[in-house]
């Protein structure tokens, strides 16, 4: 079946703009989370949602992140303003609820701040 | 939130097993050990997880130490594909998050 896509696959923008990304989980998959990977560093957590719960904000790094995610489908990350620190590859995961279950993730977006 | 600690690369030899160390000291009776791996441009992907026992899958094996403050993935015949970032991580048995560090970068030798 189908995997987790994320789009743009890479978005180059000025310094100042807003920029979405947009996640595409795997159908039934209830936990999604947002993860921000900067050149040659590992993955740094952003947000987690699980269902209808409230989202899981505190990796969040300024009040110009936030995240949406409507029940279980498409998520979107939106970064305001955004800063030439912003430049990183932004990715998504999906998976059931659970310790035990894995998480899949998408290709995800190269986002350049120039 | 537990952290883990991993050698920053390691190198092995196309063919030959490969043992890839993982400490995790503060480790708690209810956190899950899991593996992923990151190729080159792409997202990282599971490898294999596990509580208290070994555990094996097509992909590896993972040792858990009798007092669980240390792991080590077993890839039984490195080949070229499996150059990639091996990301050791715990899991909380009631949290979100995943902290993946910075990995541990396997060079395969052909």
């Known amino acids: 079946g189908a995997g987790v896509s994320q789009s743009p696959s890479n978005k180059v923008t000025e310094k100042g703009k807003d920029v979405e990304l947009r996640c595409d989980p795997i159908?039934?998959?209830?936990?999604l989370y947002w993860y921000r990977q900067r050149l040659g560093q590992g993955l740094e957590f952003l947000i987690y949602?699980?269902?209808?719960?409230?989202?899981?904000k505190s990796g969040l790094p300024s009040d110009r992140f936030s995240a949406e995610r409507t029940g279980e489908s498409v998520s979107t990350l939106t970064i305001q303003r955004t800063q030439q620190e912003d430049s990183a590859v932004y990715l998504c995961?999906?998976?059931?609820?659970?310790?035990?279950?894995?998480?899949?993730f998408g290709p995800g977006t190269r986002l350049t701040v120039t | 939130d537990a952290k883990t600690t991993q050698p920053n690369s390691m190198e092995s030899n196309e063919e030959e097993p490969v043992h890839l160390p993982c400490n995790h000291s503060?480790?708690?009776?209810?956190?899950?050990i899991h593996w992923y791996r990151q190729l080159p441009s792409q997202g990282p992907e599971y490898v294999i997880h596990?509580?208290?026992s070994n555990v094996n899958n097509r992909m590896a094996s993972l040792a858990i130490a009798e007092d669980r403050k240390s792991s080590t993935l077993i890839l039984h015949r490195a080949t070229l594909r499996d150059a990639a970032v091996y990301y050791c991580?715990?899991?909380?048995?009631?949290?979100?998050?995943?902290?993946f560090g910075t990995g541990t970068s396997l060079t395969v030798i052909p």
């Open positions: 995961a999906s998976s059931l609820t659970g310790v035990n279950y894995e998480q899949y």
């Open positions: 159908s039934g998959h209830t936990a």
């Open positions: 991580i715990l899991r909380e048995w009631a949290g979100n998050q995943f902290y």
């Open positions: 596990g509580l208290t």
């Open positions: 949602f699980q269902g209808n719960s409230a989202p899981d």
């Open positions: 503060t480790i708690s009776g209810t956190d899950y």
